[in-house]
């Protein structure tokens, strides 16, 4: 007997046994839809949460409503304490401009500066040593090197294998060229 499930549109399961074949893996879409002034926002994530927005907004008024309504939410605490500790010992700083900040953000970004990029790394022979793709990182990061043990290694980034690489050998090539002089 086959169990019907919430997702049972992305996934299969046997006739015979109650397990999963295949579930279909990918990276979650939101849009949100806000009236004709402003058609549609579209968020892509890797199923984490995203890096401490706590809303969006169309216009700064709203932003402010709600940074003020959060301050005042935090404000109920400041009295309280657990252990001898203060619930609320920020609400001062808060309310210096401190806390919940606004900030106004194009909606179409251009894409070479958001995250996802190629992480390679090399020895000082310019031999790759390690490659991975990051949803943390963006491409248009700058290069590092640094030591490990005896050697140096240098990390870059792309949008690509091949241009991460490039990129890593040639900040090697430089950074080795500065150590010798």
């Given at each position: 007997?086959?169990?019907?499930?919430?997702?049972?549109?992305?996934e299969r399961r046997s006739?015979?046994?109650?397990?999963?074949?295949?579930?279909?893996?990918?990276?979650?879409?939101?849009?949100?839809?806000?009236?004709?002034?402003?058609?549609?926002?579209?968020?892509?994530?890797?199923?984490?949460?995203?890096?401490?927005?706590?809303?969006?907004?169309?216009?700064?008024?709203?932003?402010?409503?709600?940074?003020?309504?959060?301050?005042?939410?935090?404000?109920?605490?400041?009295?309280?304490?657990?252990?001898?500790?203060?619930?609320?010992?920020?609400?001062?700083?808060?309310?210096?401009?401190?806390?919940?900040?606004?900030?106004?953000?194009?909606?179409?970004?251009?894409f070479e500066f958001l995250?996802?990029?190629?992480?390679?790394?090399?020895?000082?022979?310019?031999?790759?040593?390690?490659?991975?793709?990051?949803?943390?990182?963006?491409?248009?990061?700058?290069?590092?090197?640094?030591?490990?043990?005896?050697?140096?290694?240098?990390?870059?980034?792309?949008?690509?294998?091949?241009?991460?690489l490039d990129a890593a050998?040639?900040?090697?090539?430089?950074?080795?060229?500065?150590?010798?002089?």
């Amino acid at each position: 007997m086959l169990r019907r499930s919430f997702f049972h549109h992305s996934e299969r399961r046997s006739h015979r046994q109650d397990f999963r074949i295949g579930p279909k893996v990918g990276y979650r879409i939101f849009g949100i839809y806000s009236g004709d002034a402003m058609k549609k926002i579209w968020l892509t994530t890797d199923g984490r949460p995203h890096d401490s927005v706590l809303g969006i907004f169309t216009t700064r008024e709203g932003a402010e409503r709600y940074r003020e309504q959060l301050i005042e939410r935090y404000a109920l605490g400041k009295n309280l304490s657990l252990m001898g500790k203060p619930l609320a010992h920020d609400v001062d700083s808060w309310r210096l401009g401190l806390g919940p900040d606004i900030a106004e953000r194009v909606l179409d970004e251009n894409f070479e500066f958001l995250r996802g990029a190629w992480v390679v790394k090399v020895d000082e022979t310019c031999r790759m040593i390690a490659c991975e793709f990051s949803t943390k990182l963006k491409p248009s990061h700058p290069p590092a090197t640094y030591r490990v043990g005896i050697h140096r290694v240098c990390q870059a980034h792309g949008m690509t294998p091949h241009a991460a690489l490039d990129a890593a050998r040639k900040a090697m090539v430089s950074h080795l060229g500065r150590a010798r002089t």
